[in-house]
């Protein structure tokens, strides 16, 4: 093992430079819960599909990598974002008018279209657990609305309270004129509705936990509570909450979420805590070189992948340092194959001690490969 380290030390593989960064991290103190934790975000809109898989298999890579540098326990922790309000009906699903009569509602609390969950959100996280589980990940699943509704979140929702001008002082000068006049980090739950609410906030109470706002139904003001799952929080402060809340050490993301991982750290360090470490990596395209997407459907899936790969492309194209784009010659799934891949330069992070090495772009199948991935 001794050897193992001594390798692992100065090994240039990019799981093991994040790896170091960790270990960097933990040099002063060592996490307060006594684990490092790692944190993946589903958002449960749509299907699940290859890009939601390779990002659990990059994170798993640097988790074990973390293993052979210290001896500090690690937890991997598969956040689904299910409180999140319905934007719009995906198109690879049935019954599309379940869903539009829906719209707007937490996911856990739209109907699905499937008929075999409670929800469409319980259906799309049991989709996403089914697979993972298939893999032979180690993880913690939560769920944002058990986290929200349960109390988990709610010190730190009330310390957002309390620190309501400065959290709002961090997104202000990134929106427009007409955004920027109705901001409000929090969105209420319409208790009459049901409908997650993007309003002003006419009011706030820190002392009792509550804001109000004016119902765009009806125009009564309404007075809530912040905690106990009656509110939510816009995502960016959202994502900041939760690396406070979960005490996150670890988390990556796509190369689109640059300028959001900037702002999430910066809400998390108004709430007293250090934003944890990452990189963001190469998102897969589709065949029109657009980015993949549960809501539209395009993304490819892994029996989709598995249709014409085998098992072993998957490690093969989580470890390898380059994945190159490649033309479309058909016009089927496997067209698709050959086209969602990620690009083969690595991205410059917005954290500053964010590695610039090349991440992995999908994940693994089956139990064969679980040495690659843990």
């Not at 991997?76 to 198109?91: I, N, Q, Y």
């Not at 086209?339 to 992070?349: D, E, F, G, K, L």
Request: aromatic residues 8%.
């Amino acid at each position: 093992m001794d050897a193992l380290k001594t390798a692992a030390l100065t090994n240039k593989a990019w799981p093991f430079e994040e790896a170091r960064k960790l270990v960097e991290r933990f040099k002063a103190a060592p996490p307060a819960s006594g684990a490092a934790l790692f944190e993946t975000g589903y958002g449960p809109s749509g299907l699940p599909h290859i890009g939601t898989f390779g990002e659990v298999a990059r994170t798993t890579m640097v988790r074990h990598a973390f293993t052979l540098l210290s001896d500090l326990p690690t937890r991997l922790v598969c956040f689904s974002d299910d409180m999140d309000g319905l934007r719009k009906v995906p198109d690879n699903v049935p019954n599309k008018a379940l869903l539009e009569a829906a719209l707007g509602k937490p996911l856990t609390q739209v109907p699905d279209p499937f008929g075999t969950h409670a929800s469409f959100g319980h259906h799309n996280n049991a989709r996403l657990r089914a697979f993972l589980d298939t893999f032979g990940f180690e993880y913690e699943f939560l769920s944002a609305t058990d986290c929200y509704k349960s109390g988990r979140f709610d010190a730190t929702l009330l310390h957002v309270l309390a620190n309501y001008d400065a959290v709002k002082a961090v997104i202000l000068p990134t929106l427009g004129p007409d955004r920027r006049a109705t901001y409000s980090p929090f969105l209420p739950v319409c208790p009459k509705s049901g409908v997650v609410l993007q309003v002003p906030t006419t009011a706030r109470d820190v002392a009792a936990g509550t804001i109000s706002y004016v119902d765009p139904n009806d125009g009564e003001t309404m007075t809530v509570p912040v905690i106990g799952g009656h509110c939510k929080l816009q995502w960016k402060a959202d994502w900041a909450m939760r690396w406070v809340a979960l005490g996150v050490d670890y988390e990556m993301a796509g190369k689109d979420l640059i300028d959001s991982v900037t702002l999430s750290g910066k809400i998390a360090r108004v709430l007293g805590a250090r934003p944890p470490e990452g990189f963001n990596y190469e998102l897969f395209l589709d065949e029109r070189g657009e980015k993949i997407s549960k809501s539209k459907g395009n993304g490819l899936t892994i029996e989709e992948w598995l249709t014409y790969a085998a098992p072993e492309s998957l490690a093969f194209t989580c470890t390898t340092s380059r994945a190159r784009r490649r033309s479309c010659t058909s016009t089927s799934s496997r067209r698709r194959l050959t086209t969602i891949t990620s690009s083969s330069r690595p991205t410059r992070s917005s954290r500053p001690s964010s590695s610039s090495a090349t991440p992995c772009s999908t994940s693994t199948r089956d139990r064969r490969h679980r040495s690659t991935c843990r």
